[in-house]
């Protein structure tokens, strides 16, 4: 079993910016990509960035110039850096574990609200 457990989510003002992470523990072993989601009520999950174990970035769109996914292997954590954030940045951002022949994991979700 693999635990993820996420934190830096909260309120800000539009323009601000937060750090969210995602430490993963447990049967770590053969983990490969890390990344975020997001969900928006009402609307599918997205994909907001991903990164593997190689250090390659994939961002959507929407946050190209403005959030920066990091990762530290040896911790096993994954962090994303939002600046710039607008309110349609507002969600329930997700972390997630991909493995070599196992399913992927997800974590519990952290809120992100932008005020205008």
């Known amino acids: 079993q693999v635990q993820l457990v996420e934190s830096g989510g909260g309120l800000v003002q539009a323009g601000g910016s937060l750090r969210l992470s995602c430490a993963a523990s447990g049967s770590t072993f053969s983990l490969n990509a890390m990344g975020w989601y997001r969900q928006a009520p009402g609307q599918q999950r997205e994909l907001v960035a991903i990164?593997?174990?190689?250090?390659?970035?994939t961002y959507a769109d929407s946050v190209k110039g403005r959030f920066t996914i990091s990762r530290d292997n040896a911790k096993n954590t994954v962090y994303l850096q939002m600046n710039s954030l607008k309110p349609e940045d507002t969600a329930v951002y997700y972390c997630?574990?991909?493995?070599?022949?196992?399913?992927?994991?997800w974590g519990q979700g952290t809120q992100v609200t932008v005020s205008s």
């Open positions: 997630t574990a991909t493995f070599t022949l196992r399913n992927p994991y």
């Open positions: 990164i593997n174990n190689r250090g390659m970035t």
